[in-house]
């Protein structure tokens, strides 16, 4: 493939397409300068407010140059948390250049299409797949040991904005005898990042949930810190995390069986270390650039793009 990269304009997102370069080379693919010389497109669809060079979106679907898209909305991330996939309402976007070029490619180019945010209860076009973040570089930390996870102040530890499931999450926490830490952004203001990471190091386990009940950062930001616990959700991840083996997971209205599975877990010093360390290791094998990208190289190749 000679691959064209093309991001709105004075736009990029750092952990998307420079994370593909090496493992696209080392098979064999390059990357162009121009539109021209393409034989697909790359396109980052960023936070969908971008503009991009109108002269290069009509190369495009004038030479059909299949394309690629990348879709890390924050879909469902939304105060009520009905934001949905705009693929699904031609006109909810309609009169925005990047989602009139969406149509017409549809409609005259060979589409492959990523999204972060997949429902699994939602029926999509064949074209479209998840994908997921990778690992935060800057967020490696060294792994604790099971006497310093162990014996943390806190059980539980939140910090963001208030949503509806994370309001649930947290009212059905909080009478449990649990120890929580649990900060709502909206009201004290957002925490500096390296107290916000400082505070986690002090729970056994982080929560992680999203305003419209799909994965949040917090996955990739604080995995080395504590134990996963993640809200339930509707998002279709590829490699997810397992619950009692690599994470603790928790209904957006938490049943009693699961509160007592967390308790259980939190009063056995080696088994929470253990779902600790297996977590970290599931981010690593599977969360990784060399994995993302070779995945999405097999998915292409599987639609006919090599």
């Known amino acids: 493939m000679n691959i064209y990269l093309l ?13 593909f370069i090496k493992t696209f080379e080392e098979q ?5 300068s121009g539109v021209y010389d393409s ?6 669809l960023f936070s969908g407010l971008g503009e991009y060079n109108q002269s290069v979106l009509n190369e495009i679907v004038e030479r059909k140059i299949p394309i690629v898209y ?3 909305f924050d879909y469902g991330g939304c105060k009520d948390g009905t934001e949905e996939w705009f693929g699904f309402d031609a006109m909810k976007y309609k009169g925005t250049a990047w989602c009139d070029f969406f149509w017409r ?9 990523f999204m972060r945010k997949k429902d699994k209860t939602k029926d999509y076009p064949k074209w479209v797949y998840s994908y997921e973040l990778t690992m935060y570089e800057d967020h490696i930390f060294e792994p604790v040991t099971a006497d310093e996870l162990f014996n943390r102040p806190y059980d539980i530890f939140f910090a963001g904005n208030e949503s509806p499931a994370r309001r649930s999450v947290y009212e059905g926490l909080k009478d449990t005898g649990l120890k929580l830490d649990w900060y709502w952004s909206n009201e004290g203001g957002k925490l500096p990042h390296d107290e916000w990471v400082n505070r986690a190091r002090q729970s056994k386990l982080f929560a992680a949930c999203d305003g419209g ?16 616990l993640k809200q339930r959700n ?3 991840v590829l490699r997810d995390f397992t619950h009692g083996f690599s994470c603790l997971k928790v209904s957006e209205i938490p049943l009693s069986h699961e509160i007592d599975f967390i308790q259980k877990i939190l009063s056995n010093k080696e088994r929470l270390h253990n779902i600790y360390t297996l977590g970290i290791k599931n981010i690593e ?22």
Do not use: W
């Open 7 to 19: 991001s709105p304009i004075n736009k990029s997102t750092k952990e998307l397409f420079p994370t």
């Open 28 to 32: 064999g693919h390059t990357f162009t």
């Open 39 to 44: 034989t697909v497109c790359f396109m980052d």
């Open 70 to 72: 990348f879709d890390a």
């Open 105 to 113: 490619t549809i409609a005259y180019c060979k589409v492959v299409y």
């Open 213 to 228: 009940g799909y994965n949040c950062e917090r996955i990739y930001q604080l995995i080395y810190t504590g134990v996963l």
């Open 234 to 236: 509707n998002q279709f």
């Open 285 to 306: 094998k599977y969360y990784n650039p060399q994995f993302r990208a070779s995945y999405i190289l097999q998915v292409l190749f599987q639609n006919g793009i090599n």
